[in-house]
């Protein structure tokens, strides 16, 4: 199978600046400095940018949030594709938006509502292939919009009831990089159960768990190098000896023996495929 050509670059969010303590009615803002990396990457501030808040609540808000946040960065270029049925990633005006953007960006919210408004749609098979094939486009997401990227993606779960079979939810995701399951607001919601849990089910998969205002450049479907102020916990399973979650009746507190755990910063890369870090060297500057 070809590398993908693409740069998808899963990003952790923020802690809440919007309006509501649930995570569906946030603004889930980004900081510059994250935000800077995506118009880098996308190829400055001349680039098309499509910004689909499906995932929000309040997507006229996020929208403008977003188109607020870009203008900072210099970018004229920016559409807002307000997606809120199958029937709205079908639409001429939404196909020709994504045929030409250099990079699409995916709001936080419920993730769930990707996927259920635009997952195998015709945008879906576009941003698919265009990712696959095109250098230089790049697909960003934040929170939801960064879990959705997984085939394996976490629809939700409690951290309250961390470690414990049942204490994830699992959903289809739109498959752009099926090697990952991805998790976000990780550090500070406590999610290192529901993670645990998820690679439990699929131990052949790599658990990322992304930190606020933190993301991963991932190119070549493979490569990943951290961006931003906090950390990406990495959870692989393949070196699991003991693993009970099939057996398990929801509710158990649940065993897993040997999982390599990795937690990376700024400039730190990792390789999917091989399943190895390379941590920045100590005189090497911050990206």
């Not at 991805?182 to 849990?197: L, P």
């Not at 870090?277 to 990206?287: G, M, Q, R, S």
């Amino acid at each position: 199978m070809q590398k993908a050509k693409g740069t998808l670059i899963p990003i952790g969010g923020n802690e809440d600046k919007g309006i509501e303590a649930d995570e569906m009615y946030t603004l889930e803002f980004i900081e510059e400095g994250i935000l800077y990396h995506v118009v880098k990457e996308a190829g400055g501030n001349g680039a098309n940018i499509v910004v689909i808040p499906t995932a929000s609540s309040i997507p006229v808000e996020v929208g403008e949030n977003y188109l607020a946040a870009f203008s900072t960065l210099g970018c004229k270029n920016v559409e807002v594709l307000d997606i809120r049925s199958q029937e709205d990633s079908e639409t001429e005006y939404a196909i020709s938006l994504i045929k030409n953007a250099d990079c699409v960006m995916f709001s936080g919210g419920d993730q769930s509502k990707i996927r259920d408004k635009i997952g195998g749609t015709t945008i879906h098979n576009i941003l698919a292939k265009r990712y696959e094939n095109e250098e230089g486009f790049v697909i960003a997401g934040t929170s939801a919009g960064a879990m959705a990227m997984a085939k394996e993606m976490i629809a939700g779960g409690s951290a309250s009831e961390s470690f414990i079979k049942g204490a994830v939810n699992m959903y289809n995701g739109l498959g752009l990089i099926p090697e990952l399951i991805i998790d976000t607001h990780f550090i500070r919601r406590g999610r290192f159960g529901r993670q645990s849990e998820a690679v439990a089910k699929f131990p052949n998969l790599i658990g990322f768990g992304l930190a606020e205002d933190t993301g991963m450049i991932i190119k070549n479907g493979n490569d990943c190098t951290v961006i931003g102020s906090g950390m990406v916990i990495v959870f692989d399973g393949s070196t699991l000896t003991h693993n009970n979650e099939k057996i398990l009746k929801e509710g158990t507190p649940m065993t897993m023996a040997n999982m390599t755990v990795h937690v990376l910063s700024n400039g730190d890369e990792y390789d999917i495929k091989n399943r190895k870090v390379k941590v920045l060297p100590i005189e090497a500057p911050f990206i």
